[in-house]
């Protein structure tokens, strides 16, 4: 993508959902990739004046219980960010309803996960949520389908309901020179992720396995002697794993399953793919909103464990399939799924976002 840099006109503050100071940092030291910070080094060439902002309240009140104080914190945003036109993040809960209140700055909220929590919450809660998402100048949701399914959650206005296809960091995320092992990687700690039947498939397919998970993953399950656990490893052992694997795994829960995030995996596909490593998913929706069955990666029933054999042996066994596709993954990255795409469809959205009709 050539890209012409724009006159910056529209300022915006990131506010994440957890602190990005130490992953900024990294991202500049090359030892990181910058897909977490969701376009924010990129959408400065779209005419976006943007920077990561953190919530005041973290600081100043450390002695409030974490809960109280991840959703408190919300609160008082839109008159700490009185600076810029636009919030943009992941938070919902309250900081619409206060922006409204003040009836600046406008935000922007990215979804990461809303269709799940609508789905499970009691009415109280879904009522909360929704009436704030409706505050919002748009939802930013990760595919259609997930955007689909929130129109009807939420009562919301269609215009109001963007797509905005991720991103992953394709410069960090790069094919090795090295040959590939007969490793397989599977990547990921939501909860809409599943070992189980991943694990017993791992039992009768010679290879090592190496799941990058949080205990809470695993946790009652009985992993076979060729499965490595690792927990928060470093983003360049990661690239590595990605590098040496000779496929990788998204294994993921039913669509209907209430906890986690209905976007589960799609950090994980992408960077798979921008690695140039086969990859095998589990069925889902927001699934097939990025891969192609057969043609970027072999989709598979989810929740069941032959399956999951079956494509992980086809993968491993023959080269012909492995190679196509690896290549049809990291070109469809290269094609749609750069951060710079990601930037130049989340830059509209904003300007739109600080300047209402």
């Not at 009415?123 to 955007?147: D, E, F, H, N, Y």
């Not at 694997?245 to 829960?253: I, K, N």
């Not at 990666?297 to 196509?324: F, N």
């Not at 070109?331 to 904003?350: F, K």
Request: aromatic share 6%; hydrophobic share 45%.
């Amino acid at each position: 993508m050539t890209i012409v840099p724009e006159m910056t006109d529209t300022r915006v503050a990131y506010v994440y959902p957890n602190s990005r100071r130490d992953l900024i940092a990294q991202c500049e030291a090359g030892i990181a990739p910058d897909t977490h910070l969701l376009g924010l080094n990129q959408v400065g060439r779209f005419g976006i004046d943007a920077g990561a902002r953190e919530p005041a309240l973290d600081a100043r009140l450390p002695f409030l219980p974490h809960r109280l104080r991840w959703h408190l914190r919300e609160l008082p945003l839109p008159w700490e960010l009185r600076d810029v036109d636009v919030i943009f993040t992941p938070l919902a809960n309250l900081v619409p309803l206060a922006s409204r209140l003040r009836r600046q700055p406008r935000v922007l909220v990215y979804n990461f996960g809303f269709n799940t929590i609508l789905r499970r919450a009691g009415r109280a809660r879904r009522a909360l949520l929704a009436g704030s998402l409706r505050q919002t100048a748009g939802v930013v949701c990760l595919g259609p389908s997930q955007r689909d399914e929130l129109l009807e959650l939420a009562d919301l206005e269609p215009a109001q309901v963007p797509v905005g296809i991720h991103g992953v960091d394709d410069r960090f995320f790069t094919p090795g020179a090295e040959e590939r092992e007969r490793l397989v990687v599977a990547v990921g700690k939501d909860l809409g992720r599943y070992y189980a039947p991943l694990a017993r498939a791992a039992r009768s397919i010679k290879a090592k396995f190496v799941f990058v998970v949080l205990q809470r993953n695993i946790a009652g399950i009985d992993l076979p002697a060729n499965v490595e656990i690792r927990e928060r490893i470093p983003y360049l052992e990661l690239r590595d794993l990605y590098r040496r694997g000779a496929c990788a795994v998204v294994a993921l829960r039913k669509a209907e399953y209430p906890f986690g995030s209905e976007g589960s995996g799609v950090t994980a596909l992408l960077e798979a793919q921008a690695s140039g490593t086969p990859l095998v998913a589990t069925d889902r929706p927001i699934v097939r909103d990025y891969l192609r069955h057969e043609e970027n990666a072999l989709i598979v029933p989810e929740e069941d464990a032959d399956a999951l054999r079956s494509g992980i042996e086809q993968v491993l066994e023959d080269q012909a399939i492995a190679e196509t596709l690896a290549s049809a993954g990291r070109r469809r990255v290269e094609e749609r799924h750069t951060m710079d795409d990601m930037a130049a469809a989340l830059a509209p959205l904003m300007k739109a976002a600080a300047s209402p009709k």
